[in-house]
């Protein structure tokens, strides 16, 4: 069964580091999404992308943060300098439709920053 | 303001016990309400979609239902393995895609 994989599963960092987190999606999949879900809190909307363009994003989403899907394959998020606030579990999702709920997750990638 | 609120936070359940997870929403334009089950430590897996007040949805010991203003997911008859968090999550419409607003989850622990 396709699965959508992420890594790494969990990364250390000091803040003021960049972290880059990656993403197979399903790859009949046309759109793609970054989550987050901070410990003990719901899971939050990050961004959307769609077309080799972000299509939304939440105000969570600052300059801090960028996504891209650099080989038709991966898509990835980067956080430029990492604080504190960053540390929780991000969820890449890909779905087959434009507008669906029906999202398929990957395992998500822990990211802790000291 | 888009909003989804679960209840209860917690529940524990003895295997064979029947109960309700209830989810209530706050949205203008319902897209869509949906289902996911969270296992510790993963990514959430889709259970269910409900679009409209009446529509239910059954799989296995599940079953969602929907009305204006919530949403309840049955469990009959749980089993261990049914112990997750279960969130609800509301479809928004934004740009080219959709987007999910979900509640904080309910935790269900089955003993056996």
């Known amino acids: 069964e396709p699965e959508v994989t992420q890594t790494p599963s969990h990364q250390v960092t000091q803040m003021g580091q960049e972290v880059i987190l990656r993403c197979v999606p399903i790859?009949?999949?046309?759109?793609f999404y970054w989550y987050r879900q901070i410990l003990g809190q719901k899971v939050e909307f990050l961004v959307s992308?769609?077309?080799?363009?972000?299509?939304?994003k939440s105000e969570i989403f600052d300059d801090q943060f960028s996504v891209e899907r650099p080989d038709g394959s991966n898509f990835t998020l980067k956080i430029r300098s990492t604080k504190l606030e960053d540390s929780a579990m991000y969820f890449c999702?890909?779905?087959?439709?434009?507008?669906?709920?029906?999202?398929?997750f990957g395992e998500g990638s822990r990211l802790t920053v000291l | 303001e888009d909003q989804v609120t679960q209840s209860p936070e917690a529940l524990r359940l003895q295997e064979g016990e029947s109960s309700s997870l209830n989810c209530s929403y706050t949205?203008?334009?319902?897209?869509?309400l949906f289902w996911y089950r969270q296992d510790p430590g993963k990514g959430p897996e889709f259970l269910f979609t409900?679009?409209?007040a009446g529509e239910e949805k059954e799989k296995e010991r599940l079953k969602a239902t929907l009305t204006k203003k919530e949403s309840f997911l049955h469990i009959t008859a749980p089993k261990p393995e049914d112990s997750a968090t279960y969130l609800c999550?509301?479809?928004?419409?934004?740009?080219?895609?959709?987007?999910?607003?979900f509640g904080q989850g309910t935790t269900l622990q089955v003993k056996p």
């Open positions: 409900l679009y409209s």
């Open positions: 999702a890909s779905s087959p439709d434009r507008v669906t709920g029906e999202l398929f």
């Open positions: 992308f769609y077309n080799n363009e972000i299509s939304e």
């Open positions: 999550a509301v479809l928004i419409y934004s740009g080219n895609t959709g987007k999910l607003i």
């Open positions: 790859s009949n999949h046309l759109y």
């Open positions: 949205v203008s334009g319902l897209r869509g």
